[in-house]
């Protein structure tokens, strides 16, 4: 079994230079991963996505954003099928499925 983690940066090849990521195909390149899993540093999600850094690190400290790796005391990572989770779970189809889903939320919250 092979033991090497590959880190996604910017300035990787695999990485898109548009942020605008079709969501099909973070699925489909995060359903094509084998273990170990591919991870994406900060920079490389914060570019996929169009995320500034800072409100990544804020996500990370709410727990708003997508689950991460911490792989050293300064170090992020992030799995992209969690990512691809994290991305579906915040798409609807219109403004009034979000605001139903929202108050269905709060409400098994209370």
């Not at 169009?50 to 400290?61: E, H, L």
Request: overall charge neutral; charged content about 30%; glycine content about 6%.
């Amino acid at each position: 079994m092979n033991s090497k983690i590959h880190v996604v940066t910017p300035a990787d090849p695999g990485v898109a230079g548009d942020t605008r990521v079709i969501k099909s195909e973070l699925l489909a390149r995060s359903a094509s991963i084998t273990a170990p899993a591919e991870l994406w540093s900060e920079d490389a999600f914060c570019e996929v996505t169009g995320t500034p850094k800072r409100t990544a690190q804020r996500w990370r400290s709410t727990g708003e954003g997508p689950p991460y790796v911490r792989l050293g005391p300064r170090r992020i990572a992030y799995r992209p099928e969690d990512v691809a989770r994290w991305l579906e779970s915040r798409t609807y189809r219109h403004r009034a499925d979000e605001l139903s889903r929202s108050a269905t939320e709060a409400e098994a919250e209370a």
